[in-house]
């Protein structure tokens, strides 16, 4: 992977830690994981970002799905510990008709279990992603992300996802230093740690989490110019989400680049 990363210009990069649909993980190969870190030291790769599968649920109704989640989510920071640095970001979760205090009560309930049965503090910072809050989506309004963050003994932060942050109706295209503002007083920017870079399909506030490539949406191109530009932002990690290939990814880190005025 960190040979693909560096092939198209990125010196970041988001990886799944097993099938987005869920199932048992690879091994580790720790003469792989010995020479990523050569590698990546060596080409000044940042911070490696894992996603959890899609199907973690948290906060589900059913005990059987709470229990895949917890059960995943510990085996991957375990396999974490192999990377020190890197983040593990998830969904976190809906509360399917529980009623979302239900849902915030079940995630930070895991991620206590998880924390006290690991027995060690983590190597991995776990990141909350903002959500476009469909259906009964936790974590489309910053306060929500705050209340799992508040009732968690282990350190948290979170990742914002342009689109999901633009399906739920922040502004960012018009009002990206009043979005910044709110973040900060409900949950602080210290806890901002990556960004999740990508164009909406969709109007604001349709709740709907619908991914287009950079300048093909209705975030659009000058609106993302100024997040990834942004003093707050710019030293921030910025991830691709976008409906891309390989060829369309690296296209898109150039275009970045050339936003920011560095060099491809």
């Known amino acids: 992977m960190g040979q693909t990363a560096v092939s198209i210009g990125a010196n970041v990069f988001q990886f799944f830690t097993r099938n987005p649909r869920g199932g048992a993980a690879k091994p580790l190969d720790m003469l792989d994981v010995g020479e990523f870190e050569s590698y990546a030291a060596e080409r000044g790769i940042g911070p490696i970002l894992a996603h959890a599968p899609y199907t973690l649920n948290a906060a589900g109704a059913e005990s059987r799905v709470r229990e895949f989640a ?13 990377t020190p640095g890197a983040m593990y970001n998830f969904h976190p979760g809906s509360h399917v008709g529980q009623g979302i205090e239900a849902g915030i009560t079940l995630i930070a309930d895991m991620l206590n279990r998880i924390a006290g049965n690991l027995g060690f ?20 309004r910053f306060e929500e992300l705050k209340a799992i963050v508040d009732c968690v003994e282990m350190p948290l932060g979170v990742c914002l996802d342009t689109c999901h942050v633009w399906d739920g109706g922040f502004d960012i295209a018009n009002d990206l230093d009043g979005v910044l503002e709110e973040f900060d007083s409900v949950v602080g920017l210290e806890r901002l ?32 110019s100024r997040i990834v530009n ?3 932002l710019r030293d921030l990690p910025f991830y691709l989400e976008t409906p891309c290939d390989l060829q369309g990814y690296k296209e898109e880190i150039a275009l970045v680049r050339s936003l920011r005025g560095e060099n491809p």
């Open 70 to 82: 917890e059960a995943t989510m510990f085996d991957d920071l375990k396999r974490l510990e192999a």
């Open 121 to 140: 503090a983590p190597a991995t910072t776990v990141l909350l992603e903002t959500m476009a809050g469909k259906g009964s989506e936790v974590g489309g």
């Open 230 to 232: 942004h003093p707050l």
């Open 193 to 224: 740690k990556a960004v999740h870079l990508n164009d909406s399909l969709n109007p604001l506030g349709s709740r709907k989490d619908r991914h287009a490539k950079l300048g093909k949406g209705r975030i659009g191109l000058e609106a993302l």
